[in-house]
């Protein structure tokens, strides 16, 4: 049995992600269609090796008989058009910020809490930040072993989060750097190449920044309402690929070596820890790839049952498209498609970019 696909936002970075990776992964798609705003319309985007998708106007059309759509077009259109979708029953699974903390729409990361989706009532699924989205899965196993209480983590976050243009801006800095031309800032607060910026969507009343806030309460809401997150998220040079450095504080003594083996069996992980030149992974090495990387796993002496560890992945893949795609593999899985709930939220403005 195959399903009716809509992909919209199909002409972004991320949408073109969820496109490759529904081929790849051979989700069962009876029929697909790429949509995007009008002036997008028209435009053609690859689904596979040899099939080509022409555009189609998200403003005008009808998703009654369609059974799923994943978003990623910005947190504005998917407040007007993902209710939409899921008010002619087709099961949205949504990539922006706009739904993650409502209630009655779960947030999910199929290697962490999968069963959230029965819990649906909206016919909105959504995804969550890509930061937190690796993190999360990384933090799982670790979590179920020693209970987690606290964690501090900080990001070194790639460029492609800002989208095509994030990345044309790093691109054109550095080339203009060795030709002596001056840098154009638009994307950016300040200058990105050959720079790092600590600072990631807008600044908050606590001087903390809104992408800062998601980690925490998206962590929260995933994987432990009770877990205490501190956060500094950092853009840097590196198109592709999140890195972090956690460092968590358990309930329970941390073994080492039980913390080892329970990252080498988790889902969607990966542990690459070797006590020597290149034994770990850098983001130029996870990029294409689906898992999250795990490694300079040790323990950390300044607090007790303490534990640090460093994870990459790529923000394209795992931080969005890819899960987005496991999202609509895990509600096949658990037979949810169709049973759903349909109870349309209004729309609602909100001028905030989505990071990936």
């Not at 073109?16 to 009008?38: G, H, M, N, Q, Y």
């Not at 998708?53 to 994943?70: P, R």
């Not at 796993?297 to 931080?319: F, M, Q």
Request: aromatic share 6%; proline share 6%; charged share 25%.
């Amino acid at each position: 049995m195959g399903y009716r696909v809509a992909v919209v936002g199909a002409t972004g970075a991320v949408g073109r992600e969820i496109l490759k990776t529904l081929a790849e992964r051979d989700f069962p798609v009876d029929e697909i269609v790429a949509l995007a705003s009008p002036r997008s319309t028209g435009r053609e985007v690859s689904f596979g090796d040899k099939k080509v998708l022409k555009v189609q106007n998200l403003e005008t059309f009808d998703f009654t008989g369609w059974d799923i759509a994943l978003f990623s077009p910005g947190a504005k259109v998917s407040s007007v058009h993902a209710p939409r979708a899921a008010a002619a029953g087709c099961v949205v699974i949504d990539n922006t910020s706009h739904f993650r903390m409502e209630p009655g729409i779960p947030l999910v990361v199929p290697e962490v809490n999968a069963k959230a989706l029965r819990k649906a009532r909206k016919n909105i699924i959504a995804n969550p930040n890509c930061s937190t989205a690796q993190m999360v899965v990384a933090l799982k196993p670790l979590h179920d072993l020693f209970g987690i209480k606290r964690l501090v983590v900080s990001t070194y976050q790639a460029v492609s989060g800002a989208g095509k243009d994030g990345m044309d801006e790093l691109f054109t800095q550095t080339k203009g750097s060795f030709v002596s031309d001056p840098p154009t800032v638009a994307q950016f607060t300040k200058q990105i190449a050959f720079n790092v910026i600590p600072h990631i969507d807008r600044f908050m009343d606590d001087g903390s920044t809104k992408e800062e806030w998601k980690m925490a309460v998206e962590t929260r809401k995933i994987l432990d309402p009770d877990i205490k997150v501190l956060a500094t998220c950092v853009r840097v040079p590196v198109f592709i690929g999140h890195s972090e450095a956690i460092s968590i504080e358990c309930e329970k003594p941390v073994d080492l070596r039980a913390a080892r083996e329970a990252l080498r069996k988790a889902p969607g992980v990966i542990l690459r820890d070797v006590r020597e030149d290149g034994g770990y992974v850098t983001p130029l090495e996870c990029v294409g790839e689906d898992a999250t990387y795990v490694s300079r796993l040790r323990i950390d002496p300044t607090v007790e049952n303490g534990l640090a560890l460093w994870c990459v992945s790529d923000n394209l893949r795992k931080g969005a498209a890819l899960n987005s795609v496991q999202i609509a593999e895990s509600l096949v899985e658990q037979e949810l498609l169709g049973g759903v709930l349909t109870a349309p939220l209004p729309p609602e403005e909100d001028d905030e970019d989505d990071d990936v």
